[in-house]
């Protein structure tokens, strides 16, 4: 599924100009193949257009018991 947002990653990424290298697609794609189930993407878009992602927040999945 990452895969798919490659174009709307960028172009988010591109608007943001606070971005920097570790939140690009192109690195984070090699983190999240490097370590699958480990990772979540939040993904906002706006009602009216589905397929336009305006936001992505990657999330690092990690459990610990106490």
């Known amino acids: 599924m990452f895969e798919q947002?490659?174009?709307s990653w960028n172009r988010a990424h591109e608007?943001?100009?606070d971005a920097g290298y570790?939140?690009?697609w192109e690195w984070l794609a090699v983190v999240f193949r490097a370590?699958?189930?480990r990772w979540r993407v939040l993904a906002a878009?706006?009602?009216d257009e589905p397929?336009?992602?305006v936001a992505f927040?990657?999330?690092r999945v990690?459990?610990?018991w106490s």
Do not use: I, K, M
Request: charged fraction near 35%.
């Open 62 to 64: 990690d459990v610990r």
């Open 5 to 7: 947002l490659e174009e």
């Open 51 to 53: 397929l336009s992602y």
């Open 57 to 59: 927040l990657p999330l």
């Open 45 to 47: 878009r706006p009602e």
């Open 22 to 24: 570790f939140l690009s």
């Open 35 to 37: 370590n699958p189930g």
């Open 15 to 17: 608007a943001d100009r």
